[in-house]
């Protein structure tokens, strides 16, 4: 198992402040002792469009530089483009996509291989069955993009955040409805808890096809002896599941008031009590 630290506590997304710039972020996280880093595609630090090919191979370049891999990237959905994949309005539909596909070429540009799915919500007035349809025929062409770049798709239950996509069972029934071998699972235990729900019964219920998780206590507090979700169950559990993916800190982001070092150091330092 590996550790790494997503950078939403350390930019602008889904509050502004605090903000460092991407270099910045890479170092710290380095240097406290990370094995690699979860990058939000959102300014100040990744948005695609943004991001030039001599900006690409300089952030590449500080990467590696600073023994970080590239653990995994994830979407910015919401704000004024929505980037809803289950939107009723095919043009928001049509610009999810291509985000994702930029958003996947990023990440392979940046050496990762692991792009997240945030399945989309349903709007009012649209039935859950045609928000599904749409968010399984957008999966479909981002899986085919992604894979042309070696990028393996995660499907993210986000109970918290939305309305399709809520647990274990709506993750598998996505992943076998599209059927494609670079459509893997991933969960959040912040989202588990949400639904009072058991997050070692995911690493169980995932099986082989867990390929990335994110780990966060209610109100997005770093993981420990004190949190309601149990730890030290969820590392038994992906030992014996011979998990090798990355255990990655997505916290303190929803907030001003949070000193991202201390609780990415925290968050590392109770993690690795366990293994």
Known sequence: MKFA???WAYSSFPVWVPAYPLAEVIERISRI????IEIGAAAPHAFPDYLGPARRKEIRSLLEGNGLALASMLPAPGGGPGFNVASPMVEERMAAIDQYRKVADL?????GSTLLYVAGWQIFGTSRQQ?????RSALEEIADHAAARGVTVVIEPTAADSNLVDSCDDALMLMREV????????FDTYHV?????ISSDYVRRMGANLHHVHLADVNRAAPSDVGKADYRAIVADLKELDFSGYLTMEIGFDRRDVEPDRLARQALEYMR???
């Not at 002792?33 to 690699?36: L, P, S």
């Not at 059927?179 to 699972?185: E, F, V, Y």
């Open 5 to 7: 630290f997503n950078t």
């Open 33 to 36: 002792g990370y094995d690699g």
């Open 107 to 111: 990440c392979a540009d940046l050496g």
């Open 131 to 135: 928000a599904w349809d749409w968010s």
């Open 179 to 186: 059927a494609k071998p670079n459509i893997k699972l991933m």
């Open 193 to 197: 808890l949400y639904r009072r729900e």
């Open 273 to 275: 009590s366990l293994l």
